[in-house]
């Protein structure tokens, strides 16, 4: 099975080798016929604390590096 890549934006880089990435998709409303945005966070391994706040970055998944870590992300 391929592993996912989702873009996002940098939220949070507190964390040693973390970062937390806002992803946000859009989709249309079953009902409404109306764009709903919706955004999920996932924390992501950042080997070298490259990125920070605000930056646009893509993660891809991975093997767990911890408890709340399923991502890492794609140097570029």
Known sequence: MP???LQGT??????DQTITVSVER???????QK???KS??????DAN???K???FVRIIECAPYSKS????????
Not at 10 to 15: C, K, R, S
Not at 26 to 32: A, G, N, S, T
């Open 49 to 51: 604390n490259a990125f």
């Open 26 to 32: 859009r989709f249309k409303h079953p009902v409404l």
């Open 35 to 37: 764009t709903v945005r």
């Open 40 to 45: 999920k966070k996932y924390r992501a391994h």
């Open 10 to 15: 940098v939220t949070g880089d507190a964390n």
């Open 53 to 55: 706040k605000g930056d």
């Open 3 to 5: 592993k996912r890549i």
């Open 69 to 76: 870590k399923r991502w890492e992300v794609i140097a570029e």
